[in-house]
């Protein structure tokens, strides 16, 4: 299984990183596949720690994505690390192992602290739109703009029967990067 998560690293000089992550779940094991080059990996590369955030504003998935990745932050409690505030839990990671690979290595955590912050209430439809839109446009440079297009249509109908403030938020950082990559492209 694979779980839409927001990852905070951090390098050793305190420097923190905000990602949007699939993590895999294997029982009470986490698998992180960072891309290289990315801040992710060189940071679990350095600390070996990590915290995976279970977050429900779509607008931090969206803003990391777009470029707005300042969210507040409170330290975590067994690791040094940080977590997002929005955060409805986390788990704090550290690395057990790593399966090497030149695209894509395998970061096999285990868990050393877990913290409940306030209840899962569920999704809506319109944040399902901006988590599926947010990873439509981290694709921009993989996938044909003509299917990115048509995804981007079938999910805005459920974003305008279900979306609240942040949702139409989110949507709006996610749908100015997608015509800004279109202008360039025509350019």
């Not at 390098?11 to 990602?19: D, L, R, T, Y």
């Not at 699939?22 to 990590?50: C, Q, W």
């Not at 409170?74 to 695209?103: D, F, M, W, Y």
Request: aromatic share 8%.
């Amino acid at each position: 299984m694979i779980l839409e998560t927001i990852v905070t690293t951090q390098n050793s000089e305190g420097v923190v990183h905000i990602a949007p992550m699939g993590i895999h779940v294997e029982g009470d094991s986490f698998i992180i596949l960072p891309f290289r080059p990315s801040t992710t990996l060189n940071n679990f590369l350095e600390t070996k720690v990590g915290v995976i955030n279970y977050c429900d504003d779509v607008r931090v998935f969206a803003g990391c994505l777009t470029g707005r990745r300042d969210w507040p932050l409170s330290p975590a409690q067994e690791i040094s690390g940080k977590v997002l505030e929005c955060a409805l839990a986390h788990s704090e990671v550290e690395i057990e192992r790593i399966e090497e690979n030149a695209t894509r290595p395998k970061l096999f955590c285990k868990t050393v602290h877990t913290a409940i912050h306030a209840p899962f209430k569920g999704f809506n439809r319109a944040q399902f739109a901006v988590l599926e839109a947010a990873i439509l446009i981290s694709r921009l440079e993989l996938l044909p703009l003509q299917k990115i297009e048509s995804e981007i249509e079938y999910l805005r109908i459920g974003l305008e029967k279900t979306a609240g403030e942040r949702e139409l938020e989110a949507w709006g950082w996610i749908m100015e990067v997608l015509e800004n990559f279109k202008g360039k492209t025509v350019a």
